[in-house]
Each structure stands twice: as C-alpha cells, then as structure tokens.
T-cell receptor, first 111, second 114 residues
C-alpha cells in the first residue's frame, strides 16, 4: 500500500454513460496526478494539480474532466467515452520536489 | 526532459543478480534518476532514486558513473516475485509548480525463471 487509494478498481461503462474515478491520499502531499496506461503503451501523463490548481493538461480530450476539491482528493469525470479510452487509469501524489507515489489504478473498459 | 533508453526485456534465473542499464545522454545538471517497478494491472512502485555515485536501499542499488550519462539498477538475488517492468526516469525534482512530472518510457520487462 502506497497510501494512494483509487476507487473503483474496475469499471465497465457504456459510451453514453457518465462515471467518475476517485483518488484519495492522506500523506500530506500537495500535488496530484492522473496518468493513463493503455495496452502496450507507456504511461501518459494526463493532468497535474499542484496546491489544488491545475498546472498541466496534456491535450486530453474534453470527455475527461478532472476535479481537485482539496489537496487530498482528485476525481476524473468521464462522459461519452470511446472504446479506445479503455485503459488503466492511475492516480499519483507527491510532496513538493519529491517523486510521486501511485495508486493501484482503475481498470476501465468502455463498451 | 532527458530521453532514456533501456533494454526492452531481460531474463534471469532465480537467485542471480540482475543489472538493468539505462542510458540518458542528455541528462541535465539538475536531473535526478528514478527507478520504478510495475506489476501487471498495478501502479508503478518507487524503487530507488539517485543523483550521482551509488545509492543503496533494502531493495536495490543504483550505480551512476561520474558523467551521469547512464545508470544501472542492480537487484540482488532476484526471485520469481521480481518479475515486473522496470522504468528508468530522469527529470528535475523542482519542475513545474512544486510537482514532479515524470515521463515514462516502455521500460524493461524482467522475467525471472525458476
């Protein structure tokens, strides 16, 4: 356990559904991240929040919408996804100038 | 961020020492070298980090030559449970607004054979 908890662990959703992924950490970290890992592809950084402000958005489609209500929680809201969005979505958190700790991820399948 | 190159895969027998080398010719002065381990369907797990010379912890050792253009992760006496993908990453700890934005490559898939 790294102290970064992601729920749900598995999610199957239709292309017209709206769902949210949740990430929680109580490590005192002030930066939180969303990564996407598709089959046989490297991890891709999607969003970065530092002190609850979004500091990075790597050309992610608008059907992915992050939310960081406080330094301990991070959400990824999903709507009208495509089958190619099926992947392992990983949350991570870090202290200032420190390496991130990752959660176990949410395995998302879009049908 | 500096680009890294590491072998796509490696095989090793149980009980052997495994050394995985990563090349990072364009490493910058303020870059650190970090290694992660990832099992299938799990998030990457931090293994070790260093700036120069040698770093050792309870899991691995990291050897960094003086020119810092490469680094070697050393896993002593591997077991079947060490079968995983190992990522080498290079970047400054002070990048961005207090965050450390890592760029992952394809990593090295280590297979430990009984």
């Amino acid at each position: 356990e790294t102290g970064v908890t992601q729920t749900p662990r598995h999610l199957v959703m239709g292309m017209t559904n709206k769902k949210s992924l949740k990430c929680e950490q109580h490590l005192g970290h002030n930066a939180m991240y969303w990564y996407k890992q598709s089959a046989k592809k490297p991890l891709e950084l999607m969003f970065v929040y530092s002190l609850e402000e979004r500091v990075e958005n790597n050309s992610v489609p608008s059907r992915f919408s992050p939310e960081c209500p406080n330094s301990s929680h991070l959400f990824l809201h999903l709507h009208t996804l495509q089958p190619e969005d099926s992947a392992l979505y990983l949350c991570a958190s870090s202290r200032p100038m420190a390496t991130p700790y990752f959660g176990s991820g949410t395995r998302l399948t879009v049908v | 961020l500096a680009k890294t190159t590491q072998p796509i895969s490696m095989d090793s027998y149980e009980g052997q020492e495994v050394n995985i080398t990563c090349s990072h010719n364009n490493i910058a002065t303020n870059d650190y070298i970090t290694w992660y381990q990832q099992f299938p369907s799990q998030g990457p797990r931090f293994i070790i980090q260093g700036y120069k010379t040698k770093v050792t912890n309870e899991v691995a050792s990291l050897f960094i030559p003086a020119d810092r253009k490469s680094s070697t992760l050393s896993l002593p006496r591997v077991s079947l449970s060490d079968t995983a993908v190992y990522y080498c990453l290079v970047g400054p700890l002070n990048s961005g607004a207090g965050s450390y934005q890592l760029t992952f490559g394809k990593g090295t898939k280590l297979s430990v054979i009984p």
